[in-house]
C-alpha cells in the first residue's frame, strides 16, 4: 500500500540538483593505492598520465583530499536534459513480493544511451574540448560506454573513435548504428589498426575480443595521433567522482523526505555506478554520522571481488596502462563465452578495492538464470525492463526483501537500476528458451588468470 507521505517516484527540481561532485577519498583514511608505471614501478606523475588522459581529469584522478568539485556550468546545463533522474519507492515490486520492506531504486536509464555512463561521459568530453583537444578514443564492451561518450562527443563537436569488443560488435549491431547515429567511428577489437591488436590477433587468432584488449587498443591510438586523449568509461577515480551525482541526488531526495536506507545495493563491472551512488553514504559512514550496510553484487562467472586478488595489476591486456592495486582477477580472464549480463572487466575500482578491502562493504556474486528471472519479476512489476548489469542488484534487492518477510522486519532497501536492457534482447531470448546456463568458472579456470598478475615486490 501507497505510503502517504511517499510518491511513487521522487522528482528533485532543477534548483536542487547537485553543483559540485563529491570525492569520496577526500574521507578515506586508507587512500587508495596509487596508480604505478609498469616501467619504474613509481606511482605515475601528472605528467605520465597527461600523454594519455586530458589535464584537467588527470588531477581529478590523483587529487583524493578535496572533498568537492564544482560540476562546470555546461556539465549541469546537459545534465538537465536528462537529470535530475527519478528516485522510485517500488510499491508494485513490494506488493508482489509481499514483503515489509521499503525498496526504492535511482533509475539512470532516461536516456538514449541507457545507462548512468552519461554522467561521465559528459564531463570527460567537455574537458578533452576545453583542452582544445580533437577527439578521443576509448573502448566499449557491451556498448553502453560508446553510446555514452558518442553522445556526449557530438554534443561538443569532438570527435569519436570507439573499439568495440568484437563479440559485442557483432552481436549487437544496433548499438554499433547507435553510436554511428551520434557521429562516432566504431572498429571491432582485436582490429589490424594498431600494433597491439595485430599483436593479439597473431597470439589468438579468432578471438572475440576483450574489454582488456580494446583498452590496449584505444590507448594506442589515442598516443599515436596528434590531439587526441583516452577516456575510460569505468574503474578510474574520476568516473567515481563524476558518478557521484548518482548518489548526491539520491540522498537529497531520500533527506527531503526523511529516507534512511539500511541497505544500499549496486551491481559491480568496473564500480562507477556503485561507487557514485554510494559515495556520500559511505562518506557518513567514514566519518561515523552513520551506518549503512553497502553491497556490491557481481556475477558468479567474473567474481571480482568474491574471489579476485588484492594486488597490482594491469588493466588491460596490451599491458600498455599504468599498474592499479585492485581486486583482480588477472588481466588475462576473459569470462566464459555464454556469460550474457556484461560486469565482465577482470578488476575493480581502486577505490572500492579499499574500502572492501577495509570492511566498509560487503559483495556477493550471482549466477545469471538468477540475474534473468529477477530481471523479468522486475519487469513485470515496475514496468521497466531493466539491463541484465542492473539486474544482479535487482536479484540481491528481492533476496534482500524476502529475508524482511520471514523476519517481519521492516527494512529500507536503495537499489541503483543502472539501465535499460532493449539492446540485450538476445540475452533475455536465450534466457526465455532455456538456453542459458550459469557457467561458473573452476579455481584451475581463474589460476590462468591469477598467473598472469605481476611478480613485482608490491604484490609480495
Ligand atoms: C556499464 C554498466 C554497468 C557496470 O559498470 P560500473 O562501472 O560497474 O557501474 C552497470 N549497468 C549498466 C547499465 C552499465 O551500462
Redesign the pocket.
Known amino acids: 500500500m501507497q505510503d502517504k507521505n511517499i510518491p511513487y517516484k521522487i522528482y528533485l527540481d532543477e534548483n536542487e540538483a547537485p553543483r559540485s561532485w563529491y570525492n569520496v577519498r577526500a574521507d578515506m583514511k586508507n587512500k587508495p593505492a596509487p596508480l604505478l608505471n609498469p616501467g619504474t614501478l613509481k606511482p605515475m606523475t601528472a605528467e605520465e598520465l597527461g600523454a594519455v588522459f586530458c589535464g584537467e581529469l588527470v588531477k581529478q584522478e590523483l587529487d583524493d583530499t578535496t572533498a568537492y568539485f564544482e560540476i562546470p556550468e555546461k556539465i549541469r546545463e546537459f545534465y538537465k536534459m536528462y537529470r535530475p533522474s527519478p528516485l522510485v519507492r517500488a510499491y508494485c515490486l513490494e506488493k508482489r513480493l509481499d514483503t515489509p520492506a521499503k525498496i526504492y531504486y535511482k533509475f539512470e536509464g532516461n536516456n538514449t544511451s541507457?545507462?548512468?555512463?552519461l554522467n561521465s561521459a559528459i564531463a570527460q568530453a567537455y574537458y578533452a574540448k576545453e583542452q582544445g583537444l580533437k577527439g578521443v578514443t576509448t573502448e566499449t564492451g557491451?556498448g553502453?560506454?560508446g553510446t555514452a561518450l558518442s553522445m556526449a562527443c557530438s554534443y561538443f563537436d569532438l570527435d569519436c573513435r570507439v573499439y568495440m569488443v568484437k563479440v559485442s560488435y557483432e552481436q549487437k549491431p544496433f548499438r554499433r548504428e547507435v553510436m554511428r547515429t551520434y557521429g562516432a567511428s566504431v572498429t571491432p577489437s582485436p582490429s589490424d589498426l594498431t600494433e597491439v591488436g595485430r599483436k593479439i590477433l597473431k597470439l589468438h587468432p579468432g578471438t572475440t575480443g576483450s574489454l582488456g584488449c580494446a583498452i590496449s587498443e584505444a590507448v594506442e591510438t589515442a598516443t599515436k595521433t596528434e590531439g587526441y586523449r583516452y577516456v575510460l568509461?569505468?574503474?578510474l577515480a574520476q568516473v567515481l567522482l563524476h558518478q557521484s551525482v548518482i548518489g548526491l541526488e539520491t540522498k537529497t531526495a531520500m533527506d527531503k523526505y526523511g529516507i534512511k536506507p539500511d541497505i544500499i545495493i549496486g551491481?559491480?563491472?568496473?564500480?562507477?555506478?556503485?561507487g557514485g551512488l554510494i559515495s556520500p553514504f559511505m562518506g557518513e559512514k567514514l566519518r561515523g554520522e552513520a551506518d549503512y550496510r553497502i553491497i556490491a553484487v557481481e556475477p558468479a562467472s567474473c567474481p571480482s571481488f568474491t574471489r579476485g586478488r588484492y594486488k597490482y595489476d594491469f588493466c588491460d591486456t596490451g599491458m600498455v596502462c599504468p599498474l592499479a592495486k585492485m581486486y583482480t582477477l588477472g588481466s588475462g580472464f576473459i569470462p566464459a563465452p555464454n556469460h550474457a549480463g556484461?560486469?565482465r572487466y577482470h578488476g575493480m575500482s581502486s577505490i572500492l578495492s579499499q574500502l572492501y578491502d577495509d570492511g566498509y562493504m560487503e559483495a556477493i556474486s550471482v549466477k545469471q538464470t538468477d540475474v534473468f528471472k529477477a530481471a523479468e519479476q522486475f519487469a513485470r512489476a515496475e514496468g521497466i525492463l531493466p539491463?541484465p548489469?542492473?539486474s544482479h542488484a535487482i536479484k540481491a534487492a528481492i533476496d534482500e526483501a524476502l529475508k524482511c518477510k520471514e523476519t517481519g522486519e521492516e527494512k529500507t532497501i536503495l537499489f541503483g537500476l543502472?539501465?535499460t536492457g532493449y539492446f540485450d534482447m538476445v540475452a533475455y531470448e536465450k534466457f526465455h528458451d532455456n538456453l542459458m546456463d550459469d557457467y561458473i568458472p573452476t579455481d584451475e579456470d581463474l589460476k590462468v588468470g591469477f598467473d598472469g598478475i605481476p611478480d613485482i615486490p608490491m604484490n609480495k
Open positions: 541507457g545507462s548512468h555512463k557491451a553502453q560506454w568509461g569505468s574503474v551491481c559491480a563491472g568496473g564500480g562507477s555506478n556503485l556484461g560486469l539491463a548489469e542492473s543502472t539501465g
